[in-house]
């Protein structure tokens, strides 16, 4: 006789955590992640239904299957993964297990998913992120965006981490890393924006004022060698 593991159900949607990529929609109206294993060439939004990689008409998570989403128990263990060479430039997701779902020792395989925070770590240099920039790699339509500081710019695709939140919608929380989410219903607060949002958004205005003030400064020279000489 084959043993069956009980029927779980739970009263609101476990929790889970699991790493990503950013990434930007092709014209720039739409945000969402891409996973770094399994099923990596098909990105997925904030709240989304998971398909099956191998294009079989099963709905996931099938037992005889390894399609569905992924995702651990212990946030400690997913970030760990970041520590890896090939996955040092991924985000940290928060992720609410939705839909049908099969627990393992380890965490989840499961049919919907809603990602409730992404934690953003250092730009490459080290710094504090202030943007998501164009990693120089993507998904056909999707380019893959990577933490940058406002030093790091330099003209790059960019969108600012609460820009990032707002064209992925649903309440996504974009947070740089140390720093800890808002509560769900902070008062007077316009536009959903706090202190450390508005001061990324200070940021990256900066930034790129100073990249556009180079470039007109190096216009200037230019004009002034090429032009008339009396």
Request: glycine content about 12%; aromatic content about 6%; overall charge positive.
């Amino acid at each position: 006789m084959r043993l069956r593991l009980p029927t779980e159900r739970p009263t609101e949607p476990p929790t889970g955590y699991k790493i990503a990529h950013p990434v930007l929609s092709q014209d720039g109206t739409r945000a969402g992640f891409t996973g770094v294993s399994l099923g990596g060439a098909l990105p997925y939004a904030v709240l989304d239904d998971a398909s099956c990689v191998y294009g079989r008409r099963h709905r996931p998570p099938a037992r005889l299957c390894d399609c569905g989403f992924h995702c651990v128990h212990d946030r400690a263990a997913a970030e760990a993964l970041l520590c890896t060479t090939e996955h040092r430039a991924a985000v940290l997701l928060e992720v609410s297990v939705l839909g049908v779902y099969i627990r393992f020792e380890r965490g989840f395989r499961y049919a919907r998913q809603r990602v409730r925070t992404a934690t953003v770590g250092p730009c490459a240099c080290g710094a504090p992120p202030a943007a998501l920039a164009d990693a120089d790699w993507g998904r056909p339509g999707w380019r893959a965006l990577t933490a940058c500081c406002p030093l790091c710019l330099r003209g790059r695709t960019s969108v600012s981490l609460a820009s990032f939140a707002r064209l992925a919608g649903h309440g996504l929380r974009v947070v740089a890393g140390g720093t800890t989410p808002a509560p769900d219903h902070a008062p007077d607060r316009p536009e959903g924006l706090g202190v450390p949002e508005l001061v990324a958004e200070a940021a990256l205005l900066q930034a790129r004022l100073d990249w556009f003030q180079t470039q007109l400064a190096h216009l200037g020279e230019r004009g002034t060698d090429g032009g008339p000489k009396g």
